[in-house]
């Protein structure tokens, strides 16, 4: 009860500041709009480079004799580990 009658009261302060100082709040919104702009952009821009860096290295990369040996490796251990927990479970 007691956060939502401070949030109420923040609210009307809000709208209460909002309608004294809308010029300040529009000089505020204009500065910031681009700054975010620009940081988003240059994110997507990190995050493209990345995704695309990936698909290079994806077309690029073979599969090396060892391969399927570190597969069957892990088979085996995950088999083992199935078993020791079937044995935990029936002790």
Known sequence: MKTLIGGAIAAVIGVIGL????????QLLAG???GMLL?????????????LKDTWQGENSVA????????????????????????LKTK
């Open 39 to 51: 940081l988003g952009g240059c994110l997507a821009l990190y995050l493209g480079f990345d995704e």
């Open 32 to 34: 910031a709009i681009p």
């Open 64 to 87: 090396g004799p060892g391969a399927d040996s570190d597969m069957d490796k892990f088979k085996k251990e995950n088999e083992d580990l199935k078993k020791e927990i079937e044995a």
């Open 19 to 26: 309608a004294i100082w809308f010029d300040a709040f529009l």
